[in-house]
DNA sequence: GTCTATAGCTGGATAGAC
DNA sequence: GTCTATCCAGCTATAGAC
């Protein structure tokens, strides 16, 4: 990607946005940020809320392809999570403000996103087909009895709860940010355990 | 508590501030909301930051207590963690965006909030206690081998992120909201089960 | 205590020179 | 394309009548 000024401004837009959300974003933090002009943002993107909607997009797209790729091809239920496990804890390690942003801008309903996004994604995870698999391998006896919906929501809960709510943890809990992070480290190991314990009949 | 100006304004400041965070809440917003006028939430409560750290404290104190009257007495870990779940699955239903807000705002750094909560909550958890008994029945081989920062992360992630999570998730997987919440109705159970089985050895 | 009116500022957006 | 200067709406906060 060649560094050009629209591509300094949404790198710029990005980082705030996720780190403040949009109510609590300034056009002049992210004009700071990409070291130019207040007068440039609306010269590239016109509006706070084009901007915006521009940084959501990408995003989700950084979300929502990643479950398609975990959940397709044919490993069995407990590998497929694993791919999930793995992969989005990984890219949450690398973005850690991007799950909450996602969450309370959504919250708000600033953004009627299904309709766009399923369309200009190359990749939508295919639900009613993992939610079979999971159902048939119940009934085969391989994996315990659980509503699949339950199941996906005890993994991604697992998954993304850390991370959103590391700064009350570390506050409650009293450990040091440092500490937290390096405990971090196995997480993924640690769900993918917990799970297969759950899971194995 | 009697319907004073004062009480309804700050019930008022609650819905309004819980729904939208700091930065999207608007004082006449929460004027209207009270059925009143923008002058006076200033001649009880000062200014909007003074207003909103009433409203963010009593959130916390909804919430901190609960942990401590389910992890103190003498239930095994299991029977204390059961008792989280149920109380924080609970809370939340009737309060579906207070988690968010506390997530959200204090990944913000508004508050300082650990100095102020600890000393002013009548109750607070005492969590080196409760590892440590997570760590004496992992060693008679009670439960399986999880360490305690982990096993409360995953508690916690199944309880909380579902309610969080519900927008995007309607959205992703396309069911309706109102689907979605009959199906939160075992939340609690749901979670217990899954939990009960990952910890037995 | 409660209201209306308004001050004062912040922040998104635009005009216009270069 | 990039900048400076400026407009104007919307917001917090206050003054002052009742």
Redesign the pocket.
């Given at each position: 990607m060649p560094e050009t000024?629209e591509t300094t401004i949404l790198a710029a837009a990005k980082k705030v946005f996720i780190k403040k959300g949009y109510a609590g974003?300034?056009?002049?933090a992210i004009a700071d940020e990409a070291g130019?002009?207040?007068?440039?943002l609306?010269?590239y993107y016109?509006?706070?809320?084009k901007l915006f909607r521009v940084v959501f997009e990408q995003a989700m797209m950084g979300l929502i392809p990643k479950l398609d790729e975990a959940l397709s091809g044919n490993g069995s239920v407990v590998e497929k999570l694993e791919k999930v496990v793995r992969a989005y804890v990984a890219h949450i390690q690398e973005n850690e403000h991007l799950p909450l942003f996602v969450l309370h801008e959504i919250a708000q309903n600033r953004i009627e996103f299904i309709a766009s996004m399923k369309s200009k994604a190359a990749r939508f995870p295919n639900f009613p087909q993992f939610f079979m698999q999971i159902i048939q391998e119940q009934e085969a006896g391989k994996i315990r009895a659980i509503l699949p919906v339950h199941l996906l929501l005890n993994i991604l809960g697992m998954v993304v709860f850390p991370f959103i709510a590391k700064p009350v943890f570390c506050n409650v809990i009293e450990i040091p940010e440092a500490d937290f992070d390096s405990l971090m480290k196995d997480r993924a190991d640690v769900i993918v355990d917990f799970m297969k314990n759950a899971l194995t009949p």
């Open positions: 000024t974003a300034r056009m002049q130019i002009n207040k007068a440039m609306h010269y016109r509006s706070k809320e």
